[in-house]
């Protein structure tokens, strides 16, 4: 028989998955709390930008095999993926979990598998859910299993990387792990490596403190290089030439919806344990402002200059703008002092509103160039300048052409220099 899988947020990563699980035989249900969401996806329609997103969904649509609904209804396999943000007190907010598992309560039955893919704390999958789900009066591990898979994909590449990327799950017992390697087995070509569910969400949040306290020493480095006159994209580039060596790239902080988040659900618990990640996380929220002390060096002080920001998503070529640096820079330059006008070629939904191109250059002072979209390096700097009052250019990602731009009459900056 045909496995009913219920799927628990549709979103970044449980839209991608309940399409997936769709369209390789599951009945799948994909319940969503916000009845817009549910009523946009049942047309076929998507309300977040993923390439490949539109396609997989109408087909799973047209194949009957996956429905959109607000309920959660009884099935044979449970798939939590709901945000898991950070509480002002810069712990995580399992709010989302807990109220998903409670909807799972009712229909829970003896033998289901419940999922939880959302990033946590350690511990989170063997405590607060297990918690939850005895509510039933059913035994975790026992009358029914429990795993935890944690979603790996990079936003923009998600479908390939949903199938080839390799999958660590966890399970509260082995035969948890099991039954959930041979649900995931279904689409993932990549290897599906079994562990407990505390050392799979540690996995989890060690990936992403361990690029963030990288891209935090590139932006140490940015910030050394400065004083010395040195370009450190190059220094970048040239260090990496050594087999060993892989520095990340510096730039005006860390957004998304994991990377500034993931390192402080791994230190929330271990004060005396975590200094070094929690260094790393301060650095990059100082990043913002010192793009602002940058454009005031450059630009000069605010009067009435304009600012053109080019970028507000959180890294090139995707419309994600959570936790982008975008968002303190923009609110540091209002409170300066500097006029704002917004340019993002994917970006739809931000807290300010978002120009055409024309009018966010038009008589405006400066570009800050903030998220490397691939459209910007097509645009014509002489076609630009014309319409700007001062020809500046901070790129603080190294997306921009020097040369192409210096040609056509720009002061160029790149990241950061001596102030
Ligand atoms: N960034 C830098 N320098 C770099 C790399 C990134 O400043 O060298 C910035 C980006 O501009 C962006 C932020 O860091 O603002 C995060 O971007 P990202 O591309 O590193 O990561 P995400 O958040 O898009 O996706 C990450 C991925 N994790 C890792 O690469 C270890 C992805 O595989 C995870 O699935 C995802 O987090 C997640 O959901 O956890």
Not at 11 to 23: D, E, H, K, R
Not at 47 to 59: D, R, S, V
Not at 299 to 314: E, H, L, R, T
Request: proline share 5%; net charge negative.
């Amino acid at each position: 028989m045909t496995k009913k899988v219920c799927v628990l947020g549709l979103g970044y990563v449980g839209l991608p998955t309940a399409c997936m699980f769709a369209v390789q035989g599951y009945h799948v249900v994909g319940v969503d709390v916000k009845r817009e969401v549910v009523e946009t996806i049942s047309k076929g329609s998507i309300h977040i930008e993923e390439a490949g997103l539109k396609t997989m969904l109408q087909a799973a649509i047209n194949s009957r095999n996956l429905v959109a609904r607000n309920e959660v209804e009884p099935a044979d396999v449970f798939i939590i993926a709901v945000p898991t943000p950070l509480a002002p007190d810069k712990r995580a907010d399992v709010s989302f979990v807990e109220s998903a598992a409670r909807s799972i309560v009712p229909v829970l039955a003896r033998g289901n598998l419940v999922v939880l893919e959302s990033t946590v704390p350690p511990g989170t999958t063997n405590g607060l859910l297990c918690r939850i789900l005895s509510e039933t009066g059913l035994n975790p591990g026992v009358d029914f299993h429990v795993a935890h898979s944690p979603e790996r994909v990079l936003p923009g590449n998600v479908f390939s990387e949903l199938v080839s990327n390799d999958r660590v799950i966890g399970g509260i017992t082995p035969e948890s792990a099991q039954l959930a390697r041979d649900l995931y087995m279904s689409f993932v070509e990549g290897e599906i490596l079994l562990t407990d569910s505390t050392t799979a969400e540690m996995v989890k949040l060690t990936e992403n403190t361990f690029r963030d306290v990288n891209i935090a020493l590139a932006n140490e480095l940015a910030l050394i290089a400065a004083e010395y006159g040195v370009d450190i994209f190059s220094v970048v580039a040239l260090a990496n030439r050594h087999s060993r060596v892989n520095v990340h790239q510096p730039g005006p902080g860390v957004g998304g919806h994991c990377i500034p988040v993931d390192p402080w659900f791994i230190v929330e618990n271990s004060n005396e344990a975590g200094k070094l990640i929690r260094r790393a996380r301060e650095l990059n929220d100082s990043m913002p402002e010192r793009i602002v002390q940058l454009v005031e060096h450059v630009v000069g002080p605010a009067q009435d200059a304009k600012i053109s920001v080019w970028g507000v998503a959180y890294k090139g070529n995707v419309d994600d703008t959570r936790e982008t640096p975008a968002a303190p820079i923009v609110h540091l330059l209002r409170k300066r002092n500097y006029k704002i006008s917004i340019f993002d070629f994917h970006v739809r939904n931000f807290e300010c509103e978002i120009d055409s191109l024309e009018s966010a250059v038009n008589a405006s002072d400066a570009i800050l160039l903030l998220a490397d979209h691939k459209e910007f390096k097509y645009l014509d700097p002489h076609v630009i300048g014309q319409k700007m009052r001062r020809r500046i250019v901070i790129d603080t990602r190294n997306c921009l052409d020097p040369a192409k731009w210096k040609g056509a009459g720009f002061d160029f900056h790149l990241l950061w220099k001596k102030l």
